[in-house]
Nanobody, 128 residues
Framework: QVQLVESGGGLVQAGGSLRLSCAASGRTPGFSVTGWFRQAPGKEREFIGGITRYIGNTYYADSVKGRFTISRDSAENAVYLQMNSLKPEDTARYYC?????????????????????WGQGTQVTVSS
């Protein structure tokens, strides 16, 4: 059974940094893209960025561009989300998700329905 497990969330002051990890375990299929999403209470799940498995191309939503960086460690089957200059509005539960879909534009990879594998999420709280 494939599992995605996020870790690294917590409470941080505005302007601070956190690094989230997403580790895949089990008989993982050939994931093509791993995406990061977040969901604040009362809001829809928001795509914040993703990374392709083989080449490592990345894409970021405007809301996090320049502050967040996604990287991967293929040997460890892990993907990371480095979050800098955090703001209170970044407070949310953060999820990683993976898909085996290939050749899609990033507009498609930004959709929740594209991903068949999800972690349980990790909470990030940014205090002002």
């Amino acid at each position: 059974q494939v599992q995605l497990v996020e870790s690294g969330g917590g409470l941080v002051q505005a302007g601070g940094s956190l690094r989230l990890s997403c580790a895949a375990s089990g008989r993982t299929p050939g994931f093509s893209v791993t995406g990061w999403f977040r969901q604040a209470p009362g809001k829809e799940r928001e795509f914040i960025g993703g990374i392709t498995r083989y080449i490592g191309n990345t894409y970021y939503a405007d809301s996090v561009k320049g502050r967040f960086t996604i990287s991967r460690d293929s040997a460890e089957n892990a993907v990371y989300l480095q979050m800098n200059s955090l703001k209170p509005e970044d407070t949310a539960r953060y999820y990683c998700a993976a898909t085996t879909e290939t050749g899609l534009p990033w507009s498609a990879y930004s959709g929740v329905s594209t991903y068949g594998y999800w972690g349980q999420g990790t909470q990030v709280t940014v205090s002002s």
